[in-house]
């Protein structure tokens, strides 16, 4: 039987698409979304969610029907698991870190290793930087007993994409384990990387210095680590100019991340500024998971084996949404605490158990 999801619900964005179609595919069952990005100004598919879908396709082998531009209802049909060597180009600078977080989920259940290589956007706006990808998001997957390789080969910029990067996975988990992070503990020390590809060392060296002097400002009295990426001119193998800087506050038990892109006429001091009080806004919740992993945690909760507890520092609508979707297409029991729109909330999940074929 064909569970229909209806894509304008909640947040009515591309991420309803992602994640039914990641559980789906985890859960071998048939989805039809209809409505797809119905909230949006340009809604229908965009070429990140047809590369999405396209990789999930090819590893469940699945019948689809529906998946080009613009198109605003779509079938999947999976038809078991097929790991090996993928490579695929998004052919724009849509967001390479969006299209993972459809994938991801689904390498978790594999039976065996994949190696994927994806071209596209690893920087853009709306969407995770890849350094919060590799350095927040990762070590949580960690956590659930998923060991992911995410290799950064090229950075891609709006608006000329590009980015490279190289995803691989070891034997995978045979199931996820639940977490348990209520406590954030304190903060030990914050970590952080900026970057510019095609444009001069200062940049990102301004984009770290500013994010550094904001956070001291604030008060806060643990180390600052801030790396600094840039290229000599002659041997910068990116397509395009673009610059960026993600943090991470390392604390007891948990980590929190931020991030911030610059653009053409945004200082750099605005741009370290924006990332460091980001930061601050989520350290200052006192939770253990920021707002944007709050959400991008779900599908692994409702899939792992035992009962999840966490605290997070804003339930935004992504988060709601996911939780609405999580009760539709699961049988995972997920239970809000003290929640409300953009307010920190308690999120307990009893996972369905899932294990690898």
């Not at 290799?151 to 980015?163: A, E, N, T, V």
């Not at 100019?241 to 604390?251: D, K, R």
């Not at 792992?304 to 609405?324: D, K, L, P, Q, W």
Request: hydrophobic share 40%; aromatic share 6%; net charge positive.
């Amino acid at each position: 039987m064909t569970l229909i999801i209806d894509g304008s619900m909640g947040e009515g964005g591309g991420q309803i698409l992602r994640t039914a179609i990641a559980l789906s595919a985890v859960l071998q069952k048939p989805v039809k979304v209809i409505n797809i990005r119905a909230k949006r100004k340009n809604p229908g598919l965009q070429r990140q969610h047809l590369t999405a879908v396209r990789i999930v396709a090819q590893l469940t082998k699945a019948k689809v029907d529906g998946n080009y531009l613009g198109s605003t209802a779509l079938y999947f049909e999976p038809r078991g698991f097929y790991p090996g060597r993928y490579r695929f180009d998004v052919g724009t600078a849509g967001s390479v870190t969006l299209v993972l977080q459809c994938v991801l989920p689904v390498l978790a259940f594999m039976p065996e290793p994949v190696e994927l290589e994806i071209i596209g956007g690893t920087d853009v706006p709306w969407s995770p930087t890849i350094d919060y990808m590799k350095f927040v998001v990762l070590p949580f997957l960690n956590k659930l007993g998923f060991k992911v390789e995410v290799r950064l080969i090229r950075r891609g910029h709006y608006p000329r994409g590009g980015g490279i990067v190289r995803v691989r996975t070891s034997e995978p988990p045979r199931e996820l384990k639940p977490l348990r992070l209520v406590e954030r503990g304190k903060v030990i020390k914050i970590q952080g990387h900026s970057h510019a590809v095609r444009l001069p060392k200062h940049v990102a060296e301004r984009q770290a210095r500013a994010a550094k002097a904001r956070l001291k400002e604030h008060g806060i009295d643990t180390p600052i680590e801030i790396s600094i990426e840039y290229y000599e001119p002659g041997k910068d193998p990116h397509l395009g100019p673009g610059s960026g800087i993600a943090l991470w506050a390392i604390t007891e038990y948990s980590i929190l991340g931020s991030d911030a892109l610059g653009a053409r006429g945004k200082p750099a001091e605005v741009v370290g500024e924006e990332a460091a009080n980001k930061l601050i806004t989520e350290l200052d919740a006192g939770m253990c998971l920021d707002k944007h992993m709050g959400d991008i945690i779900i599908p692994y909760l409702v899939l792992a084996n035992g009962r999840s507890e966490i605290t997070v520092t804003a339930m935004t609508m992504h988060a709601y949404t996911m939780i609405e979707l999580a009760k539709i297409m699961t049988k995972a029991k997920l239970n809000v605490i003290n929640g409300g729109l953009e307010k920190p909330f308690k999120l307990t999940v009893e996972g369905i158990g899932l294990k690898t074929k």
